[in-house]
């Protein structure tokens, strides 16, 4: 009996083999895919078998039931994630099931530079094709009730590259950006240098928007830092152009003009009211921040544009008024007295 057994059981074994070898072969079949790759977009509650007969209907998978049978054998149909995906060539079936599995969707990038102002920051955001925009502009009330208890969203938002998929909103991503730059805030807060005159974080932040504003060569921050906080100290106005230029908002033409620096109605006109402006003016850079709180020591009250992007620090005010008569009042053509956000 058992003799007459061992040719059907060695049937029954080589068939198994070769069905073995066939699924083996299946499965290390690459998808047919053009060379370049494809972008799949896995639409929320797409099941597994729904984008296996799609795959299958555009020719580019061959066999959508072994797919679907293999996926629900090992639970792989249930952590599928939805998303857009880049399936490079050569792309395998069980390849496919595993970058479902890890999420593994395309990242877009955008750049919010330093020294944009929350509304520049937004038009920056709105050009990103693939980011939905939900927000209806700075004044926003999701935006300001992210920031609570902060009396503005100006200046919360950290200026980075930041990497998104596709459907994420413009309030998601600026959420991740004021989550890092309260960060940044905190960590360089706690390191910050004795004496300052600031009563909290958010006032070393405002001043961070100023130095940036005000900074067009890096290795000047310091030294812009350490003139404000001089001035602060001494109970000297800060009297910076850029605070009155963010006060005047789409007013602003272009020109600075005696009346826009006279106005006592700008809140943000630091050459008539004392102290710090209400919010920060700008987004600030790291380096901003720490300049801020770590001020380069001296005797400078006073600083100039040069109109190539540095400055001419001065002591007194007739040294100032002295580098005023000859970077100020013949200006070159291509004089610039702040450098442009993001710059």
Known sequence: MIRKLLPLCLLVFLSGVLVFQELERRWQQPLALPPDGLQLVVAPGESLRALANRLNRDGILEYPNLLILYARWTELDQQMKHGEYLLPARLTPLELLELLRRGKVIQYPVTLPEG????????VLAGQATLVPVLAGPEDSRLYELVKPYPSPEGLFFPD??????????????????IRMLQVLDQEW??????????????????????????????????IAGVFVRRLQQGMRLQTDPTVIYGLGSAFDGNLRRPDLE??????????RDGLPPTPIALPGRASIHAALHPAEGADLYFVARG???????????QHETAVRKYQLQRKQDYRSSPEPGQ
């Open 263 to 272: 106005d006592e109605s700008n809140v943000y006109n630091t050459y008539r």
């Open 190 to 223: 706690q390191d910050r240098a004795p004496d300052l005159p600031y009563e909290t974080p958010y006032e070393a932040l405002i001043m961070a928007s100023i130095i940036e504003r005000e900074t067009g060569l890096p290795e000047e921050r310091e030294q």
């Open 116 to 123: 944009l102002n929350l509304s520049q920051a937004l038009s």
């Open 161 to 178: 590259t930041y990497h998104f998929s596709r459907d994420t909103t413009d309030f998601q991503l600026l959420r991740r950006a004021h």
């Open 308 to 318: 190539d992007g540095g400055h001419v620090f001065s002591t007194t005010l007739a």
